[in-house]
């Protein structure tokens, strides 16, 4: 079992930045990759970014050059840094994981970004 809370969510003006964080808790020694998704209102849910846990990464085209994904090991957290934000990156954003053949996400942190 592997539990992902995220959190940083919050109101930001056009340009601005945020970062939100998604802790995991469980059986997670062998996760290896971690993503972030998002869902606007409406819309079907999205990839945005992933990262392995030798700290490859990939962005959707959407969100490259403005977001950037890491982690730490260590805290077994994964961050995602939103910059130059605009309104079509109004979403919910959810962490998700997978191990062992089973899918795992979190309950999401709603980012909005007001024009």
């Known amino acids: 079992q592997v539990q992902l809370v995220e959190s940083g969510g919050g109101l930001v003006q056009a340009g601005g930045s945020l970062r939100i964080s998604c802790a995991a808790s469980?059986?997670?020694?062998?996760?290896?990759?971690l993503s972030w998704y998002r869902q606007a209102p409406g819309n079907q849910r999205e990839w945005v970014a992933s990262?392995?846990?030798?700290?490859?990464?990939n962005y959707a085209d959407s969100v490259k050059g403005r977001f950037s994904i890491s982690r730490d090991n260590a805290k077994n957290t994964v961050y995602l840094q939103m910059n130059s934000l605009k309104p079509e990156d109004t979403a919910v954003y959810y962490c998700?994981?997978?191990?062992?053949?089973?899918?795992?996400w979190g309950k999401g942190t709603l980012v909005t970004v007001s024009s």
């Open positions: 998700r994981t997978f191990l062992a053949g089973t899918v795992y």
């Open positions: 469980g059986t997670i020694f062998s996760i290896n990759v």
């Open positions: 990262i392995t846990s030798s700290g490859l990464t």
